[in-house]
């Protein structure tokens, strides 16, 4: 177990973050833990409980709310991923999800930009963290970086290049990872429109979807959208998906029909996922997820 | 057969019919991404370490490695023989291959021998070895040059450094795991 002092950290930070959002108007909510039918994503493996299954993230649900009338909701809640163990990774962990009907991916940017700061104060960190020999200024503005300038910069190869080879995750976390978030935290964003499988395409560049990820120090730390809002192109994602799934040797949970019915009454929207252990790694200079949580699965 | 995710730090494969361990590991999984599993690896027969990546569904052979209780024998022109002490087979590895253990060796010494498919391929010595001092400066009582410990060679020809008491003739304990002084052995 960690020392008490980080624990109470750790209870600041959910309440510097319940503040931030409430004082912004957003309603925290909570959904079920365990589905019947989680979104379809090749990589991303869910754990069975039953016939159903563990979320791997509490997305679908929140949008299907967002569908239902509600036009700013945040969640904190833990998240469930197979065969995910690391340093920076646990097999169950705290998710910080916030959703906003007419909203775009640059919106959430200019969000995490003052969620930091504010949760960062609110911790008495101040807005410099230290990583490692450096540091990394919360200040805003941050780093804005294309994927596509991100592989021309850092990567050995191009992206289109990397596509073609089938290794842009290789690249990406070789390469480029290790280079954002130095100086000021960076979002690295949009993506090449077959890794955004929720995300919507850039309008007038169907080849890109209008995702991001924010990274400090290396580590990635949130995954946001503007969200695809079209049920039938959803629907063909989610098929591909699927086909994906089975082509790897898995076995695709069913389609989750009640969130593609939702989906029409939803409008443009932006939803962030963000990790919330990890967060709290970084803001207390801890080198390993472990160190954050009050046990982890080899503690337990 | 290991999959991706069993890999880890100390763990050893084959790879193209070669053995490997596992010297460094790192899980990465970027967002949305593929789980990657970086490892650094050591062929266990050259030493030559490099990198590598796996995916999820890459598989891995076990190493087919064994270690057998074997006594050191002799050296001759550079080969070490060794003998299996149930089978009383035996063996002989290279100066190369034995690399920085064979200063520790000495003559009916039960030693732990690597084999990789019936192949020998390394040699641990017993983790506390005892050896004679065969030069060593004198100690000086009231030395006072602040110094902790000197130089002494044991009979092997190894080099150490010893607290300043210890006088040629003497017996040391020596941890082969990280080359150092133990303890002086009473005779």
Not at chain 1, 3 to 8: D, E, F, K, T
Not at chain 2, 11 to 37: A, M, R, V
Not at chain 2, 141 to 160: A, H, I, M
Not at chain 2, 168 to 173: D, L, N, R, V, W
């Amino acid at each position: 177990m960690p020392p008490a002092r980080i624990l109470r950290q750790r209870g600041a930070l959910f309440q510097a973050i319940r503040t931030f959002f409430i004082d912004r108007g957003y309603l925290e909510v909570d959904t079920p833990v365990r589905i019947p039918a989680p979104a379809p994503e090749a990589y991303i493996e869910p754990e069975p409980a039953g016939d159903w299954f563990l979320q791997t993230s509490p997305e679908l649900c929140m949008k299907r709310l967002l569908a239902a009338g509600l036009p700013q909701i945040f969640q904190i809640c833990k998240c469930f991923r197979r065969h995910e163990r690391g340093a920076r990774h646990l097999p169950e962990f705290t998710m910080l999800e916030w959703y906003q009907r007419e909203a775009n991916y640059f919106d959430l940017m200019a969000e995490c930009e003052q969620l930091l700061p504010f949760v960062a104060s609110a911790l008495g960190v101040g807005d410099e963290i230290v990583i490692g020999e450096g540091v990394v200024s919360l200040t805003a503005p941050w780093q804005r970086l294309t994927v596509a300038d991100a592989f021309a910069r850092y990567g050995a190869i191009s992206l289109a290049q990397a596509l073609a080879g089938d290794c842009f995750d290789e690249v990406l976390v070789r390469d480029i990872e290790p280079k954002l978030g130095r100086g000021t935290p960076t979002f690295l964003y949009d993506y090449p429109a077959v890794l955004g499988s929720l995300a919507r395409l850039q309008p007038g560049n169907p080849s890109v979807a209008e995702r991001f990820e924010m990274y400090i120090g290396g580590v990635e730390l949130a995954n946001g959208f503007s969200e695809l809002c079209d049920p039938v192109e959803q629907r063909h994602r989610f098929e591909d998906e699927q086909r994906l799934i089975a082509k790897l040797g898995g076995e695709p949970a069913m389609m989750p029909e009640p969130f593609l019915a939702a989906l029409p009454a939803m409008g443009p929207a932006a939803g962030i996922a963000l990790g919330v252990d990890r967060l709290l790694m970084l803001l207390l200079g801890c080198q390993t997820i472990a160190e954050v949580v009050s046990f982890s699965p080899e503690t337990l | 057969m290991y999959s991706a995710s069993d890999l880890r730090k100390g763990l050893k494969i084959s790879i193209d019919g070669e053995p490997y361990i596992i010297t460094d590991f790192t899980f990465s999984k970027p967002g949305k991404g593929q789980s990657l599993y970086r490892c650094r690896i050591r062929n266990m027969i050259t030493g030559n370490s490099s990198d590598r990546t796996y995916r999820s569904n890459d598989k891995f052979e076990k190493a087919p490695l064994e270690e057998r209780t074997m006594q050191f024998l002799y050296e001759q022109g550079g080969e070490y023989h060794f003998m299996d002490n149930k089978t009383y087979e035996q063996i002989a590895l290279s100066k190369e291959q034995l690399g920085d253990t064979t200063v520790f060796l000495m003559d009916n010494m039960d030693v732990e021998v690597l084999l990789f498919s019936d192949r020998p391929i390394a040699v641990t010595p017993p983790v506390f070895v005892e050896l004679t001092v065969t030069k060593a400066d004198p100690w000086v009582k009231g030395d006072t040059s602040g110094s902790d410990t000197k130089p002494v060679t044991v009979e092997t020809g190894f080099v150490l450094q010893v607290p300043p008491f210890i006088e040629e003739g003497e017996k040391i304990q020596i941890d082969t795991r990280t080359r150092e002084y133990v303890t002086r052995v009473k005779s």
